[in-house]
């Protein structure tokens, strides 16, 4: 059976786990050639040999994307090895909440500097790419996925700098969406709610029990369901754009 991502290629940053890393099997499956993006190089080589033993194509790309220059480097180099880039996941991402006049300083920056400012330059180094790719590919559109959050939605206290990143994720996303429209790349953003994956790890100790028995309350989403949403998007006809996708477990009110 032939995917209908047949001939593509598309980059998955945050691979190494969760989201990224069932959007990048899901995609592969679907005939894409894969880019997986993250810093945990031992995780992206287990993904790329899983993607390959079942016939599909990936490479893996072990960067830090808020490091100066790397976001930049990264898409030339994915473009270099595969020849084109017709889609971009920006997944990666840190929820690093609390209330404000305990949460260290570092904390928002580090938010600010992988949630936003990184998901900025690899999106800015990726456009030319999709918009040629739009021209010339087979499916004559490309697509452009930004997971942002249902914090990107609605705020509450100790989430105001995660807010902040998420709200400009979807912001960023539906004015790109506006400019790029007459070129035919999608730009999507996806606003999952809670969702079992690491994210909520790297909450400091003393704010992290109180999330996951918050999340333990419920039957909260997978990553794959997230993948799922990912996968509809991209596969839609070229005259069919989904513009957000807003998902929450049933539970989640």
Do not use: C
Not at 93 to 105: N, Q, R, S, Y
Not at 168 to 176: F, I, K, Y
């Amino acid at each position: 059976m032939t995917g209908r991502l047949d001939g593509t290629v598309a980059l998955v940053t945050g691979a190494s786990s969760g989201i990224g890393e069932a959007a990048a099997l899901s995609l592969a499956a679907e005939g894409a050639s894969v880019a997986v993006v993250a810093r945990r190089k031992d995780r992206l080589d287990d993904l790329v040999a899983r993607i390959q033993d079942a016939g599909g194509s990936a490479h893996a790309f072990a960067v830090d994307i808020t490091a100066r220059g790397e976001a930049e480097a990264l898409v030339a180099r994915v473009a270099e090895v595969s020849g084109r880039l017709d889609i971009l996941v920006n997944n990666a991402g840190v929820m690093l909440i609390g209330p404000a006049l305990e949460t260290p300083v570092e904390e928002w920056q580090r938010m600010v500097d992988l949630n936003l400012s990184a998901l900025l330059r690899v999106t800015h180094a990726a456009l030319p790419h999709l918009v040629a790719a739009a021209a010339d590919g087979q499916r004559g559109v490309a697509d452009l996925v930004n997971i942002s959050s249902v914090a990107g939605r609605v705020a509450h206290a100790g989430s105001a700098v995660y807010n902040l990143t998420k709200f400009g994720v979807t912001a960023v996303s539906e004015a790109l969406r506006q400019e790029l429209a007459g070129q035919h790349v999608r730009v999507s953003a996806v606003e999952p709610g809670a969702v079992t994956t690491e994210l909520t790890q790297h909450i400091r100790e003393g704010v992290r029990e109180n999330i996951e028995a918050w999340y333990d309350s419920m039957e909260s989403l997978r990553a794959e369901d997230i993948a799922d949403a990912i996968h509809y998007i991209v596969t839609r006809p070229r005259r069919m754009a989904v513009n957000e996708m807003l998902i929450r477990p049933t539970e989640q009110v």
